[in-house]
T-cell receptor, first 109, second 114 residues
């Protein structure tokens, strides 16, 4: 099976840095995705990691350690518009993505 | 380029009624998916399809049916609606089924069963 764990809620201050962790247990690992979902909207793709290491894309970075079954999403210079849910999803072989329950991030002034 | 289009956006059903959620994509993607999302529960896969004429069950298929007669369309049918099917339903599509298979989601359909 695939167990994907991430914190339910986080709060951070505008302009700060926040790290959202995701741990997973799966066989046949074939990549990890992060999606952003604003309230009442559809999820949108943020990042994809299949090799160990850090992938940087503007204010957002995503890290993967396959040996530890661990990933994090790092958001820098937080803005109010970053308030959203962040979904970690794991790809196993050719099967569809399995999503974690998501982390709801609130950015406060 | 419309991407993934779902209809209806909102619907209220009575227990025992049936309905079809429509989903169409214009990106010529082979893979299509139906997920449901309940508060605090993330996205759960209902059914998916790897191409026209091929469908397979996901994690929570009971009470639902799908068909894939064309590449573009992947309707989800609810038979005998139950309150447990109150949820937000998302259709998605992707070009491939593994690797960097980025999912493109529709805007969602909010269904309430009373």
């Amino acid at each position: 099976g695939q167990n994907i764990d991430q914190p339910t809620e986080m709060t951070a201050t505008e302009g700060a840095i926040v790290q959202i962790n995701c741990t997973y247990q799966t066989s046949g690992f074939n990549g990890l995705f992060w999606y952003q979902q604003h309230a009442g909207e559809a999820p949108t793709f943020l990042s994809y990691n299949v090799l160990d290491g850090l992938e940087e894309k503007g204010r957002f970075s995503s890290f993967l350690s396959r040996s530890k079954g661990y990933s994090y999403l790092l958001l820098k210079e937080l803005q109010m518009k970053d308030s959203a849910s962040y979904l970690c999803a794991v790809n196993k072989g050719n099967t569809p993505l399995v999503f974690g329950k998501g982390t709801r991030l609130s950015v406060i002034a | 380029n419309a991407g993934v289009t779902q209809t209806p956006k909102f619907r209220i059903l009575k227990i025992g009624q049936s309905m079809t959620l429509q989903c169409t994509q214009d990106m010529n993607h082979n893979y299509m998916y139906w997920y449901r999302q309940d508060p605090g529960m993330g996205l759960k896969l209902i059914y998916y399809s790897v191409g026209a004429g091929i469908t397979d069950k996901g994690e929570v298929p009971n009470g639902y049916n799908v068909s894939r007669s064309t590449t573009e369309d992947f309707p989800l049918r609810l038979e005998l609606a139950a309150p447990s099917q109150t949820s937000v339903y998302f259709c998605a599509s992707s070009r491939q089924g593994s690797g960097a298979n980025v999912l493109t989601f529709g805007a969602g359909s909010r269904l309430t069963v009373l």
